[in-house]
């Protein structure tokens, strides 16, 4: 379908072409451990059955990059790869894929004393060398901590923006124009914000939208489809995301419900967004789509036993947060009053900044509990 966009530059990413009035694609990650070759070809060839435009996959390791080449064999479809904190392997994964990833507020893990700008550099010739787009995507989690610094604590779209308009201008300054931004947040408000403001300020730069952490369907799917329809509307996004935890089986309903929202959206089938703000004051649960990292199996079920055991405080404005990894978990709670993020055996939690523990996956819930009935005492729990 096609809705009418911001002018901005096109991008080829293999057979297809976000921005330059191209239609919306719509794209999804595999949730697979990346070197079970077999899972993640399936779910590679789900996803794009689905119809997705591209399809992302992690690489965090070699025996990930060995993989990757196996799944190349064994599907057309455009794939893009995820980094994660290893921008060093980009020159063997970029003859694999038609696009790659990288998170600016990664980059630092490795080589720390190297200059952010020697890396993207490095990234920017490897994607120009086999035919690759990229894309600066900027996580609320992980913004650079070099930029983070410069602003207020209170303030987390400023830095986001900044880290996001900084790689622009270092991508333009050495001739690499073929890159899309995202910028996402768990808040659907914050990412309406971030976008609206990064397209006033670069209206010609491709952007990929998404909720991140959006969570279960069917209440993830409603916090991407309230953000989506502010900026689609306004012909901002040229490439969309529903990030969902779901099973495996059913990944391909983030493609089926990113593809309703702009059908939706073109039919003026629209939510009522004071009527949604009306029913977000109340406990808010955050999740993780899962991936490569995800560290037990049972995340996505973790995720809706604390959705179902929690529902006595639904009520109460509580945000709680549930991560698949102990590399990006820790970050990505830091908002939440309670976090949760796996690891192979146990489940860490938090509760604000302070570390409560870490409890096998048959004492979480009943500690989650405990948790959330201190909270709601100690703050003399205003109902909504
Ligand atoms: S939190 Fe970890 S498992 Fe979840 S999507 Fe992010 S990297 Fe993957």
Redesign the pocket.
Known sequence: MQLPRNPTRPVRIGSITIGGGNPIVVQSMCATKTCDVDATAAQVIQLARAGAGVVRI?VDNRRDVKALAAVRNRTDANLSVDL?ENYELAADVAPLVEKIRYNPGHLYHHQPERPWQDKVRALADVAGNHDCALRVGVNCGSVDPAVRERFDPRDSIGPMLASALEHCEFLDSIGFLRYCVSLKDSNPAKVVEANRRFARLRGEVPLHLGVTEAGMPPEGILKTRVALEQLIRRGIGDTIRVSLTLPGARKHEEIESGRQILSDIAAGRLVDQEEYAATQKGLNIVS???????ENESFVELADRVRQITRYAADYPITIAV???R???PG?TDSADLGL?CGPSYVNLKRGSRQVGRFGYDEILARLKDELDALIASRGCERR
Do not use: D
């Open positions: 992690a994660q993780c789509p899962s991936c490569s990292r995800v991560m698949g990894c590399v990006n978990g990505e993020w």
